[in-house]
């Protein structure tokens, strides 16, 4: 079984920065992609970055862009997304996971199959 351990969430103030990170402590995946989703209180899981194996493809959803940076250390085996200007609407809990595929193949749930556990991430004043 895959373990994904995500872990960095917290209260910030809007404005404020965060760089969660997710490990993958048992099997490395340095051959993965790794994508970021979240779900926000009660609205649905939505992606909002992925990078390919060798770092060199990344991908983002409109409403972080510019403001998040995924990225990928994978001697340490650990995926990181730095959270900059982060808003009210940021809230949410961030998961990690690999896709089924070899590469990132956008948004859709279905296309996920190991997921962690999830880290709260709070932007309020």
């Known amino acids: 079984q895959l373990q994904l351990v995500e872990s960095g969430g917290a209260l910030v103030r809007p404005g404020g920065l965060l760089n969660p990170s997710c490990g993958f402590p048992?099997?490395?995946?340095?051959?993965?992609?790794i994508a970021w989703f979240r779900r926000p209180p009660g609205r649905e899981r939505e992606g909002i970055s992925c990078?390919?194996?060798?770092?060199?493809?990344?991908n983002y959803a409109d409403s972080v862009k510019g403001r998040f940076t995924i990225s990928r250390d994978n001697a340490n085996r650990t995926v990181y997304l730095q959270m900059n200007s982060l808003k009210p609407e940021d809230t949410a809990v961030y998961y990690c996971?690999?896709?089924?595929?070899?590469?990132?193949?956008?948004?859709?749930?279905?296309?996920?199959?190991?997921w962690g556990q999830g880290t709260q991430v709070t932007v309020s004043s």
């Open positions: 990078i390919s194996a060798s770092s060199g493809i990344t």
């Open positions: 048992a099997v490395p995946l340095d051959f993965m992609p």
């Open positions: 996971s690999t896709p089924r595929r070899y590469y990132c193949p956008g948004s859709r749930i279905e296309d996920y199959h190991y």
